[in-house]
C-alpha cells in the first residue's frame, strides 16, 4: 500500500487574480486541454477534476478560477505547476488540499472510474 501521503484527495489548484469571471472561465478551455489532451479518448481520464469561480481579492474585487483535482499531492504539485506555465506569471496559482463534501463529484467521478479500470483488466494481468 503506498504512504498516506501518496493516497488520493481532494486538491484545489486556485488561479487568482482575474479582473472577471469571464476571463477566469476562459482560462477553463486550455488548462482542460492539458488534463485531458485527447477529450474523445475511453474513460477514464487520468486524474478527476472539475471546475468553479470563486470571488477573489481582499475586497472580492476579482475572481478566481479554482481547478479541483482528485490526485496525490505529489500529482497535485506537478499539475499546478504546469498550470502555472499555461497563465504564465502575470497570475498567482496555488494548490491547497480541498473540502471532499464540496467537489464529492471528483470522489465519485474517481470510484466510478476505478470501477472501468478494473472491469478492463483480465484475471492473470
Known sequence: MPPAED??????????????SQEALALQAPIERLLCPD?????????????TVADDGPDGD?????????????????LT???????????????????????????EQCGFEQGLRSERKSPGQ
Open 62 to 78: 476579482s475572481t478566481a478560477l479554482v481547478l479541483g483535482v482528485y490526485t496525490s499531492e505529489g500529482q497535485a504539485t506537478r
Open 7 to 20: 493516497q488520493p484527495r481532494v486538491y484545489e489548484i486556485g488561479i487568482h487574480g482575474c479582473p472577471t
Open 81 to 107: 505547476a504546469k498550470v502555472r506555465t499555461l497563465v504564465g506569471e502575470g497570475r498567482d496559482v496555488a494548490v491547497s488540499e480541498g473540502d471532499a463534501g464540496e467537489w464529492g463529484e471528483l470522489v
Open 39 to 51: 477529450p474523445d479518448h475511453a474513460p477514464p481520464c487520468e486524474i478527476p477534476w472539475s471546475f
